[in-house]
Structures are given as C-alpha cells and as structure tokens.
C-alpha cells in the first residue's frame, strides 16, 4: 500500500519528468555535458558536437528505453515492472507535454550538431544513426514492442 | 474561533442561506478595530490563508543534481558488488538455483540499497520511554554503514519530541488523571476477546459513543477497535459496485484502501480545489457510468479535515455547498483534526461554523488528540444503526478494549468540561496558541511552510535529500527529535521535516526548539523563503491582544 505517502500516486516514476526544474535541469546538464567535452584539448569543435550528440543519445537510451520498473517498490503488484521509464511516463497517455519535450530536444540537438559538423558526410552519417535509435523508441506504435524479444524480462 | 476561515467561503454560506452566530462575528470585528485599527484585523484575516510557496529554480535542479548524483554512485555500488570489491549485504539467490528464473528483483531495491540503507538511522529510532513533550531515545550505533545496529546500553534523556501526535498532551502518565483507566481495568479487564455483535458489546462502549456522539453533536456514533480499521472497513459497508467515489489527491492510505475495497469508481480530484471536484461532480450527473450512462447509485465526496502530510485543512464550507447542490454525500475524516482545531476542540465543523448535521459521515481516530486508540463513525442514528450490523469491523473485528475506552472517555470529559477542571479548554487554548506561535516565528525566520496557519500540523520543506538526511542528525545532536520525509513518499522535489506540536510544548521548549531550527537553518542554508517577512514588533503585537477562543 502506499503506506506513509504524502500522495495518492501509485508510481512516482509517472511524475518525475513533469516536476518543476526538470526540464531546465535536463537542459542545463546537457549544456555542463557540452562544456566538459569542450575542455578535452586536442579535440575539433565538430567532433565534439558529435559526441556530444552520440553521448546524449546513449545515456537517454540506456535511461529511459532500457532499464524497466521502479527503483522502489510500488502497491501497483508489478503493472510497471515489464515497462521502460518512457513507458512508465504519464502511465502510457500519448503525447504529453514532457513526451514532446523530450523528444524534440535530440531533434534539435541533432539540428546544431550537423550545423556544427559543416554537414560532412561521415558525422552526418554517425549522428543519424544515432539520432533514430533515440527517436523509433518514442514511437507510439512501439509502446511496449520488444523487437527480437530483446530486453523483455 | 468566532471567525470564518476565508472569505469566498462566507459568500457561498450566504447563497445556500446557512445561518451563523452573525453578531458575534460583527461585534469580534468591531472591538479589534476599535482596540488596534484596521490594520491587524485586515492581517489577520490573512492569517487563515494557506501558502504552499514555491522555493526558487536553483533548489529543484540541485535537488535534481543530488539525485543524479546518489543515484550514479548507486550504480558504482552496485557495480562493485557485482564484481565482489564490495560486500554484498542483501538477500542472494544460492548458487545452485543462479540459472532458475530469479527470486529477487534487483532494480526495485536499488533505492532501498543505495539510498535508503546510507541514511536509515534517522528513521525508527526506538524510544524508551512514553512520547510526551519530551521523550528518552535508546542510543544505537552501526559499525557497517547502518546494515546492522546494536544498542551501547545507554540513553539520550530528554528529547523534545516534535513528531508524536499528542496534540492536546494526553500522552502522559499522570497517577491522578490514569486513577479512573486502573479502576476499568479491574472492573472489565485488560481485553475484550470478542467482536461487537457476538459477547463484545459491553456497557463501557455504549457509554463512549453517547459521551462521542454529544461531543460532535451528531445523533449517534460507534466506535471501533483500530482507527485504519475505520476506514477500511466501514467504505466497503457504505458504498459499492455502481457508485462513485471522488477523493481528494492526497487522502490517506487507509481511506484510499478502503475504496478500492468497495469496488466503486475512484476518481481523484485535485488537492482541496474546488473547480476541479465540481468539474468532476457535473460531469459524473451528466455522463452517468462509463459504459451504460445509467445514473450512479451514489456520489461519496471524500475528504479529511487536516491533511498529515501537507497541514492544510479542507475548504468545508465549499465542499457542502458543492455536495448540496450536486445532491452527493460527504465522508469527512477528521483523523488529524478532532480535538486539534476548533475553539473547543470539536474539530473542522467548528473552525468553520457549519452544522454537523451537513456532513453525512464524520469519522476521526481516537489515536492522536486523545492519546488511546481506534476510530468512531458519527452521522445520524439510521446510518449508525446500518453500520452496526453490516461493518465488517463490528462483525469480524474484536471490540476496543475497556481501558482504552476509559481513556477516552475521560479524555473527551476532559475536553468538554465535564471533569470539572478547565483543563481541556487550557489544553485546547495552548494548542491554538503553541501553533500560531510556532508558525508565525517559523514564517519569520525565513523558512517554506506548508498549510492552514490554524493547523498543529507544520511541514518544514527542506527539498535536498542530503539537507533532509544532515537535517535529521543535526536536530537529534541538539536533542530534538523530528520526523523527516523524502521521495518517494513524497512528490521529488518536496522532502520535508513535519512538526507536530502539542499542548504539553511549553513556550521554552518552544524556544529552544526555534533556536536550534535557527541554527540549523543557516547552517544548512534551508532559509528559501522569499516573502516578505513580518517583523517582530508585529508578531508581538499579534500575540498580546490574546486569544480570541
């Protein structure tokens, strides 16, 4: 049960993104992320918006498409557990407002890292790539399809 | 209190033609105009206004940091377990049964493991001694980072306890106050060992729910054994498949578990917002149900009159407007505020000057104003009767025991004067006081509060989970002991320490609590209030003019 909860909520992880600060925060470590890979030196401005881009893509893959269920119990017996945290987000209701967010911020930071890559070809070809494995995921059609049974248990 | 709580609630008292103590109110206002001009009057009337400040953006993206940080180094931990760098402290599958489908699912303990297991010390600490205004604490220490503690024998005397709910201080162990509950427990015994309806229905109860039912002023009540046991299994008995239930967003587990046990429609409606429960309302007259658009069977607005989490009280005048004018009926549950609010401790009906009898259900627990346990359910005498024969708590569950309906008895005689003594009406007057007290020098000195500025009730928000962890230990090195919450029993950004304070608080120990809080707080940098602070001379001038019971 929820048993000393302030809230009625059955999965706090439904809320998380909608939180006050979040979205900024999101931003703001992605602008910390940009400046860290700045300050390696030896390292071209465009190759480092590349990586930039691949190392937004891979950890919001990893955090919001791969890892399943709640790190804490909840009293829902388990519904959110077989669910990734974009699953989980809003508890399945299509096109929210933090849905959208997050799925235009990789857009438009794929838009400035090939602005910033003077559009060469193998950079584009990289962060394509990389940009799609972020975006399939959102699909609504894909909302709980485990292609190859990858990642079902 | 002779006045209302908030403005827009007077008009809509006018509209539905309630009758209230008018020249009461009018003449209240005259003396203080007269006494101290317009200006205090105007701010008082303030004063019942609820805040839930907002703390500025740097706060909700540290505390997002402090998260994200916990939560990578979670990760090296359990990386490292993995590896075997670390000592694994958990329960594990055995090494024969490895390839069988796995017992434990890792990931929902990740917050328990990594977070939680770092900072448990500061949550059930064993006390040894009753939780008056000052308690003894059992000293305990841990040698592995809080997996395991072990007590070093000694004590820590002399705890000022800001987190029981004794709001009118009857968690005490005076001889000549108990001498009526020794003289019980020889006449009835220690226990009852039957249900109400079979042998268990002794003279003692019947006795309590006459003295209960005149305390609120209602027709008729019964009372049960176990407070959560009041809710849980008295909504089953009330509503069922077919109805509708809205309830308030942050209404209490108990509540929230006895409507599912009934098996009506739940909505959730936002917390005491009045256009969204009417919103629901108009909507549940005109669709009907979901699939059939046949009308439903009953709308139950659920509520509570203080809120334990948040300090807030319920907008009662509004939500009876509202029930009257939908034709829905009303659950209030008065856990928190029986005994604690009111000007003779009767409870939110009397904060808010409105008839008993427009709230079809009253139910309160037993187990904070007046130091026993268990739960009552008052409304008229047809409802009560109904509920003595299909509750399954009267049928399944044994009767409250007869010293602890002594207990009451004599705590609610206390209340209402009929022991002779003035004492409760004291207690009630210290209550009301301690809490303006506490909140107004609280406001002043900079830190977020939640909730009604009439409510014992008070949320300290502190938002960072290492300043809610720093916070705890710190309170308890100065010898107050407080109770803390952090995600995810509350929203992500809203961890907070909630105070509750009592009658037997006197105004030192207040003070010493307000000075510790003081240091606290500008050693941990919780100060984020941006309003405007009122200052001293004002709060002086505040408290002097009395109390206006």
Redesign the interface.
């Given at each position: 049960m929820n048993v000393g909860t302030a809230h009625s909520e059955v999965n706090p992880n439904t809320r998380v993104m909608n939180s006050r600060g979040m979205w900024l925060s999101y931003t703001l470590s992605i602008g910390l992320l940009h400046l860290i890979l700045l300050s390696i030196p030896f390292v071209s401005v465009p190759v480092v918006w590349t990586l930039t881009n691949m190392i937004h893509n891979l950890c919001m893959y990893l955090l919001l498409h791969t890892v399943k269920g709640t790190p804490f119990q909840t009293p829902d017996q388990g519904k959110a557990r077989l669910l990734t945290h974009w699953e989980q987000m809003d508890y399945g209701v299509q096109f929210t407002a933090s849905r959208k967010f997050l799925t235009v911020t990789p857009i438009v930071l794929y838009l400035l890292t090939s602005f910033y890559t003077k559009y060469d070809r193998v950079h584009f070809v990289v962060n394509t790539v990389s940009l799609l494995t972020v975006l399939i995921p959102k699909l609504p059609q894909l909302h709980g399809v485990r292609i190859f049974g990858i990642n079902k248990y | 209190m002779a006045r209302s709580a908030n403005g827009s609630g007077l008009k809509q008292l006018n509209h539905s033609g309630m009758k209230w103590d008018d020249s009461g109110k009018n003449g209240y206002h005259r003396i203080t105009t007269e006494k101290l001009g317009a200006g205090i009057s105007t701010a008082s009337r303030q004063n019942k206004q609820e805040s839930f400040e907002?703390a500025p953006?740097y706060v909700?993206?540290c505390?997002?940091?402090g998260f994200?940080i916990v939560?990578l180094f979670g990760y090296f931990r359990d990386f490292l377990r993995a590896v075997g760098l670390e000592k694994c402290n958990l329960a594990q599958e055995r090494e024969e049964q490895k390839d069988f489908v796995p017992l434990y699912?890792d990931?929902?303990?990740?917050?328990?493991r990594n977070l939680y297991m770092r900072v448990r010390d500061n949550w059930n600490r064993p006390i040894c001694s009753l939780p008056g205004p000052v308690f003894d604490l059992m000293e305990r220490v841990s040698d592995d980072y809080n997996w395991t503690f072990r007590f070093t024998g000694r004590t820590i005397p002399n705890v000022i306890n800001m987190g029981s709910y004794n709001y009118l201080g009857f968690a005490e162990n005076n001889a000549d106050f108990l001498k009526t509950v020794a003289d019980k427990v020889q006449q009835y015994g220690a226990g009852v060992c039957s249900t109400r309806q079979e042998i268990g229905n002794l003279s003692i109860h019947e006795e309590l729910e006459q003295l209960v039912a005149n305390f609120l002023g209602v027709e008729s009540a019964m009372t049960y054994g176990m407070g959560f046991a009041t809710n849980s299994m008295n909504i089953p008995a009330l509503v069922g498949k077919g109805c509708l239930i809205l309830?308030d967003?942050?209404?209490h587990?108990s509540l929230?578990?006895g409507a599912r046990l009934s098996g009506a429609t739940i909505r959730?409606f936002k917390h005491n917002n009045m256009h969204s429960l009417e919103k629901m309302l108009k909507e549940a007259i005109c669709c009907g149900q979901p699939r059939t658009h046949r009308a439903w069977r009953k709308i139950l607005i659920m509520v509570e009159g203080i809120y334990s989490?948040?300090g807030s009280v319920v907008r009662l005048p509004e939500v009876i407007a509202l029930k009257k004018k939908y034709k829905a009926h009303l659950y209030l549950d008065e856990a928190h505020s029986i005994g604690a609010v009111g000007a003779t401790g009767r409870g939110v009906t009397e904060l808010f000057h409105v008839n008993p009898a427009d709230v079809d259900v009253m139910m309160g627990t037993f187990t904070k104003s007046f130091g026993a346990s268990g739960g009552y359910i008052a409304g008229k005498k047809e409802l009560v009767d109904y509920l003595r024969s299909h509750s399954h708590s009267a049928v399944y569950a044994s009767a409250m025991s007869p010293p602890v309906t002594e207990q009451i008895i004599r705590a609610i005689k206390c209340i209402m004067g009929k022991d002779g003594t003035t004492e409760g009406i004291r207690r009630i007057r210290q209550l009301a006081e301690n809490t303006r007290y506490f909140r107004a020098r609280l406001k002043e000195m900079g830190f977020i509060i939640y909730g009604n500025d009439d409510s014992p009730v008070i949320p300290v928000l502190l938002y960072m989970p290492g300043k809610v962890v720093a916070f705890a230990r710190e309170m308890l090195q100065r010898k107050i002991g407080v109770v803390v919450?952090g995600?995810?029993?509350?929203?992500?950004?809203?961890a907070r320490a909630r105070f509750c304070l009592s009658a037997a608080h006197t105004r030192a120990m207040l003070n010493q609590v307000l000075q510790h809080l003081n240091e606290v707080g500008d050693l941990l940098c919780l100060k984020f209030s941006r309003r405007k602070r009122p200052s001293s001379l004002d709060l002086c001038e505040e408290t002097d003019f009395g109390l206006d019971s």
């Open positions: - | 907002q953006m909700a993206v505390t997002y940091m994200g939560t699912q990931f929902e303990n990740f917050y328990t309830s967003e942050l209404n587990t929230i578990l959730v989490m948040e919450v995600f995810p029993a509350t929203p992500i950004t809203e």
